[in-house]
């Protein structure tokens, strides 16, 4: 009887042992599971830091795509832009103001004529906004000379010889003589004017031959 009772209790014991061991063998991955994903899940990877910058420089032939915005400053002349199918006489008028948002094609830039080819959500002439009887975008094409062209813009990569002056924060001012300029993840605006081109915004990254600058702002 004793044997008996001896034999159920170590069975007993074993089964316990058994448990537990597999307990410990389902709850420690669980354990190690919710501290990874802690760290993962707890640290945010910080913006990277931008450059205020400012420049001027010599005017310069450039092919822009799609921007946020276009202001376009015309004398009397002779051009006319073409919206769809229908041709806009602008010659009758002593200015004219355009202002096109988005723009969404190529804008071609040489010396004080703007070349366009694209289309757009919304155009106004002189604050006049006209807008497309059954599409959602309006088609246009012109060739305008114009007194100031204003872009709002984003770039990926902008790189460009010239000669002027560039401003980065308020940190440093570099003279440029036929040197290159590269902007990084460039946002902000391109101001077409006189025998200028200004440019105002933030970039990630700024290099003038091949030499890089980090100067943070943020």
Known sequence: MKSKVLIAA????????TAALGALVLTKPEVLENKITGLLTGEKP???????????????DLNLTDVDYLAISLERQNASL????????????????LYIKPFKGEAFINST????????????????????????ELNLRGELNFK?????????DFKVISSGLIKLGNKA????????????NFKGQFTFEGNRLVIN??????NINSQEFKIATS
């Open 10 to 17: 170590v069975i007993m014991l074993s089964l316990l042992l």
């Open 46 to 60: 910080s913006p990277p830091s931008r450059i205020a910058l400012y420049a001027e420089l010599s005017p310069m």
């Open 82 to 97: 073409f919206l769809e199918n229908t041709q806009v006489d602008l010659s009758e008028l002593s200015s004219t103001e």
């Open 113 to 136: 004529v703007l070349k366009l080819l694209g289309h757009t959500q919304e155009l106004s002439i002189n604050k006049i906004k006209l807008s497309p009887l059954t599409n959602q």
């Open 148 to 156: 100031r062209a204003e872009f709002d813009l984003s770039l990926g």
């Open 173 to 184: 001012q570099i003279d440029l003589n036929n040197d290159s300029l590269e902007l990084k």
């Open 201 to 206: 915004g933030t970039a990630e990254n700024v």
